[in-house]
Structures are given as structure tokens and as C-alpha cells.
């Protein structure tokens, strides 16, 4: 073999171990992440909806009033603004939902929820200052809706589709609470 490809592979296998000690470093090869990216989809004849989020996990904290504060914007999940996407309109409470992908935002309380569809689009789910970056000025539809105590606990965040009683809801559920939201064509 020549040095021309003898030095060619060297730097190529050092660049690899770079990459590697890289990503082990950081810890993004070893090891689970805390809040990994999930994607629910729910079909139905004609009707196609979609929810991209990340799933944050209880780990013995107190979630909501604590963790997610009451009465505040939450992104819905971690890291990236969780997204769901209609093909069809949908009517959400007594308002109409437009075909296209929203994020989506919550506001916890003690009681209920309020529910937020977004039309823009974010790159991430919060600033630097920890703060949502969801504008109301964008908010499509949003309703409001009962919180259900459940038995048990969910340890990590988890959004669904619930069509089992042929009344689709988006349900969302953490720790000991679950909340639904109705969804009609």
C-alpha cells in the first residue's frame, strides 16, 4: 500500500476515534435517553393524525404543581415543541381544527386543562430562559377539558389516541392524572 492511502486511512481512523470519545463524552451513545422521542399515529378510513413528542419520566419527582407548574404554559413533554398533525379538519370542543401540523401546548391546572393547537411551527420548546416559546398570537384552537385522577402511577409521559368507545379522543397521561380530548370529524 502507498503512504498517500496509508496516511489517508490514519486520519480517517482518527477522526472516528474522535467522533467516537466525541459521543461517549457527552454520553449520547451509551446511554438511554431521559426524555426519548416517540410518535403516535392513529388511521381511520379516510382520517390520518399524527403526535411527535419526547417522553419525560417521573423519577420520583413531583410533577405537576411542582416540576410543571400550575396555571402556566407547558410545551407538552420535553425538549422539542410536541407537534400533532390532522389530514382532515377536525372539530375540538365547539371550534374547528384546519388540516395541517400545530404544536401543541398545555396550561395544567388542579382541575383542568386547557389545550392549545398552535399553527407555528418551533424549533424547540422552550429558550434559554426555560420559558415556552409558543405565541398566542398563532393559537388555532384550544379547549378546555376535565383532569381524571388515575390508579397508579404513569412513570413516563405518555399522549395516545382512545377510539375504543367510537368517541376519538388525543389523551394525555403522567403520573396520576389523565386528561382527553374529545376529536370529531
Do not use: H
Not at 419525560?56 to 411542582?66: A, E, T, V
Not at 379547549?143 to 375504543?164: C, L, R, Y
Request: cysteine-free.
Amino acid at each position: 500500500m502507498n503512504k498517500f492511502l496509508k496516511g489517508l486511512i490514519f486520519v480517517l481512523l482518527l477522526i472516528a476515534v474522535g467522533i467516537f470519545l466525541y459521543a461517549y463524552i457527552n454520553g449520547d451513545i451509551l446511554k438511554k435517553p431521559l426524555s426519548p422521542k416517540d410518535t403516535v399515529e392513529f388511521k381511520l378510513n379516510d382520517l390520518e393524525l399524527e403526535v411527535f413528542y419526547n417522553r419525560p419520566s417521573k423519577r420520583d419527582r413531583n410533577i405537576f404543581g411542582g416540576l410543571v407548574a400550575f396555571n402556566k404554559v407547558w410545551r407538552t413533554g420535553a425538549n422539542e415543541a410536541t407537534t400533532f398533525e390532522t389530514n382532515q379538519p377536525l372539530k375540538i370542543g365547539k371550534d374547528y381544527l384546519a388540516t395541517g401540523k400545530y404544536t401543541l401546548w398545555t396550561i395544567p391546572g388542579e382541575t383542568t386543562w386547557k389545550v392549545i393547537f398552535n399553527a407555528k411551527q418551533y424549533p424547540w420548546g422552550v429558550n434559554d430562559a426555560m420559558e415556552p416559546m409558543r405565541n398566542p398570537d398563532f393559537d388555532a384552537v384550544s379547549i378546555e377539558v376535565p383532569v381524571q385522577k388515575i390508579q397508579g402511577v404513569v412513570e413516563q409521559f405518555t399522549i395516545a389516541f382512545d377510539n375504543s368507545t367510537d368517541n376519538l379522543s388525543l389523551t394525555m397521561a403522567w403520573d396520576d392524572v389523565k386528561i382527553a380530548v374529545p376529536l370529531n370529524q
